[in-house]
């Protein structure tokens, strides 16, 4: 059996829902943009093959809720370290009930579920980062106090440090893991004073891979069996800039995944999936 | 005789206040040794005087003060009546509480020293110069029986004998504690403490050592032992070597938990007849695995398993499980399908402060894919796992943030972490630290600009009360050097006087313990395992157990190291590194190694010692200054903070000031004790006559009560300094603005230091008639000042980047993480000023002054220091104190009483000038000025928003702390003249109890005008305390004692500044 904290990367679930169709008109938005459902569950679709397929998780498939238009958005309902699943309470009163489902589909997985029930926390997974040796979790507009103290209880091994969040909707809206020891961060302003506080908030170094543009820092890491590193990051007809420095990572699977939709409502690769390693406990 | 009883009183009292400190440290016996040097000279020449001069005045003189007159009359002074001296030293013997026999027994043989230089005896002054390394008893019974009459011999005899044998067995315990640093020594370690029982005649303790085991260990300790002799001896019996992650513990009156300091006597540190201590991992290896023995992974498993199991150090459910598994592990071996499963021992042992069944099967069933580990696997697996939990090794220190919102402070091998609640809100890597001090109950960390920031930023906390923060410090203070450091910082070539803690990690760094480690290389020891102790039933490796049960005994004894290699093989089934080879040398090596490093430190410590007696004598022979001294005074007043950069390195700790103070208050009188922190008295700072401070200290001190008293010879004078003072306490009010404060007491330091320098011709010189060594000597030390001189000067340009503050009080302390920044420029200065000065050495006559009044000088650039940035405001307390019956140490106000008035009276002789002796002072109020309010921002960035928005912080958090109030006495007076002559500054005192806190400060100025001198003395009380204080009381007190110390001076104005918190939220 692993020891703590090994094994940074190591998946072998992943959890998706569908997309309802409320998504494309009621779905929250930071701006206001037409979503075409169709395009967005095309692209879908093809993320979640890529995960079942390309990189052969077992993927748990949730049916979409049409009375929860962001509920295709899993990352944020639940925090998933080691055994143990914290299920949030998303700061959007909206999104509440997402996580039952979710709850449901980690029970399943027979994971330990640990409930955030305090009427004043709130946590959105997408604000959540864990580097492997720790945690970072922004204080956002979904995210506060409560809700870290919260997560920090139910990951008790790990150091919790918050960071504000100064831009954008989560942090992991311009930051993710690229690696062991890897932050992808993006190259804005409040981006790079992010990463600071990270860094120096931490006992622990990171590299950092800046990428022009701070919504391709969004990417989805995984260390698999067979493949080594693999990264799910954005295509270049998106961003075309942050696919080149994405390319100077020799030593990772690179795997370009569209996004084109979903951003629209503010959602990331990382938003997508509830990536789940359960082989860690026995 | 007066004079005699005088001295009686004196010695009651000392032995009182002996008894009274049990906190004084090893050094406080060795600074005794000093101030009776000085006590000896003085009662000799007070007795020449008392012939001379008869009575009146000189009754109130202080004895040193008389004693040098009498020298620069009859330079043969010198050569005192031996006889003289046997009947202090009997009354002292006499008085002496039994238990305190040993102080006294050492005094008296430092008094003997003494008294063999001043009678130049060639033998004696070898011995004094030896004694401290060998000890040579018959001559110090020779002395002795010269010196005292016949009846006394006898008793002086015995107890010299006593004294000498502690001393040696001190040196034994020291000399120990290095072989033991140095492992190999072992054998000898292990005999001398036997050696010691049998020899010793002083009292026999028995400490309790609770191990990590949760066993008890009991072993006897001589009562004055320090703190590394016990240590040592638990180590022996631990047979461990890698003894540098560990400490002993013990329970302060506070029912709090306190690191025994190893380089102190436990007595003392203990502070109750409760010698219980326990045996505790100290620094947490970040990485277990680089240890080199498995005795000492196997310690520090235990004291993690502890730490997981009090909740201490918080894991997850998996965690604990899995801790737990390795633990089972490594007591039992595999798991046995068979066997009944130990769940029984499971069910007792605690694994988790929650434990549960379900814990409990899953640690089972991880037990079960441990199979094949050997213990010493299972512990490493154990630490692997321990020292990636976020909490290993942070040791938690609950405060508030300026807001009085409650946080915790972690510290560890990396630096300082914040925390709220769980989270963490901001952290400080040892790097950014640039200071580390507090001050009260208020820690300060000042940070290393960033690489945008233009300034250094301060942030401050507020822990539960003093004693917390002085513990949060020292543990920054060990941790920062532990870690940081490749090795303890080295002791100052002289500790000069500065105030405050000087505590300092004294103990190897870990990058010396590792190199030591490397160095080992005895045969892996064989220990038990805790659990093995309990079930016989053995498991994995049953006859692995067996054998190390057999071997337990031999391998506690510490001679197990020197045994041959065979017998280690295949015990306790420890993995064993074939490279290991017994070699003799290897061992030998590095306990010299050790020995080397201790001698050192030690030797320093000594002569740094000597020479402030040294510097103590001649202050008090010296001539009173000359006019341009006082700029002497100056210089080294602005000059201290630099000063305090290198005496912050000193790892002399502040009990031991505080001992110290408590002694030289009555021989040396307030001179001394200026460099003290920690009297605890308010009469007695108030008594403090020559006490000093600039006025700059006090203007920019934030301390919250100020009470200011000044009292002036003969009309005429203005005291200037005073003056200056109060406006910028107004100022400081008035502008809200942090930055203007800083400025103006920028600027005030900046005059200080252009008068300094007019004044060059002033200069620090040796007086003639002292013995040659104590000339010697004291030359060091006037280099040592010049030193501080030259580094002031750096200082002041630079302004606040280097300037390093220096603390008043025990209350207060800091510590220098980073080397300052400006020291290599400095040292440049410090040549160019060491030239400078010796030419004026040479053409010098008078000695000035020498150099104790130096550190409120630090203060004041400590406040100039504050940065621009950020005010750190001060808690300030309601009412001035200055009862006497607070006082928690009781003080002895003559000897004070008696030094004052002598310098002032003296200083006009000096000039030739008769006294302008005026009795009567007749204080008169004269105004009344309204409170002004003083606002004061204090800027905490305790969490990253804070920091993020640098520019706005300041402006946002501006909170109002106290309310000043400045009420001026003034008597009517010509105030014209004061043209800006730079005061001399006498001394600074502080006493500080655990409520209140006084600092007195006498500025003395003196000008020449017209043929009269008029010597202007200063005095300011700043009397800081957390309960309510009399105030009226405190004035009234100061006045009366004011009058009673300068008899012949008048009162001409008194401002009462009172700075008052408005709002504390906590205390």
Redesign the interface.
Known sequence: MAGLMAGFGHYTHAVVRGIPSSLAKEALRSCQAEVDVAKARREHDAYVEVLRTRLGLEVVELPADESLPDCVFVEDAAVVCGDTALITRPGAESRRRETEAMKGALKDLNLNIVEMTDENATLDGGDVLFTGREFFVGLSKRTNQRGAEILADAFKDYAVSTVPVLEGLHLKTFCSMGGPGLIVIGSSEPAQKTLKIMQQMSDHRYDKLTVPDDLAANCVYMNLPNKGHVLMHCTPEQYPESVKVFEKLKDHMLIPVSNLEKVKVDGGLTCCSMLINKKANN | MTTEAGSETEVKEKAEESAAQPDQSEKASEETKEVANAEGEEKEKEKEKEGKEGKGISRYLPTWLKKQKSQSQTSPTKEAPPTEEPVAKVTQEEEGPAPEVNGQAEEVEEKEEVKSEQVKEKEAESHSNTSADTEPAKEEKVDESTEKSPEETKKEATEGEGAEEEKKKEQEGEKEAKEGGGEEGQTSIFQSPLRLVRKNKMKLVVCHVTLLDGTDFSCEVEKRAKGQFLFFKVCEHLNLLEKDYFGLTYMDSHEEKCWLDPTKEIKRQIRSNNWQFAFNVKFYPPDPSLLTEDITRYLLCLQLREDVASGRL??????HA?LGSYTLQAEFGDHEPDQPRPLDYIGQATFAPNQNKEMEEKIL??HK?HRGMTPAQADA?FL??AK????YGVDLHHAKDSEGVDIMLGV?A?GLLVY????????F?WP?ILKISYKRNNFYIKIRPGETEQFESTVGFKLQNHRSAKRLWKVCVENHSFFRLNAPEPPTKARFLTLGSKFRYSGRTQAQTRLASSLIDRPAPNFERTSSKRISRSLDGAPVISITEATAENGREPHLELQSDSKSPGCSGLPQSPLRVHGDNIYVRHSNLMLEDHDKTQEEVLKHQASISQLKRSFMEAPPPSPPQPNQWEKRLTSSPATSIRIQQQQVSLEEEIASVLFSRHSAAGFYSADETDCSVPEATLDAVICSASATVCSSSSSPQKLLISSTISAAEVVEPQTEAAPADNTISDTKEPAKTTEVEIEETVVVQEVSRVAKPGVVTVTAGLPAAEQETRKQEVRVVEEEVMLKEEVKPTKQESVSSESESEEEAEYHPNMPIAQIPEEKEEEEEQEEMKKKEEVEEDVSVPDAPSIPAEEETNRAEDDVKKIETEESTDDPMVTPDEAPNGVLPPEEGLAAPTLEKEEPKVNGEASLVEAEPRPQVICCSEPPVVKTEMVTIS???A??KTEIATKEVPIVHTETKTITYEAAQLDGNGDGEPGVLMTAQTITSESLCTTTTTHITKTLKGGLSETRIEKRIVITGDCDIDHDQALAQAIKEAKEQHPDMSVTRVVVHKETELADEED
Do not use: G, H, Y
């Open positions: 918080p894991c997850s459910f998996v965690t899995l069933e991880l894919s697996q692997e796992n990636k939990l976020s909490m560890c990396n709220k609640d769980r989270l963490r809100i901001n952290r890597a950014k969490d990253t928003f920091a993020q």
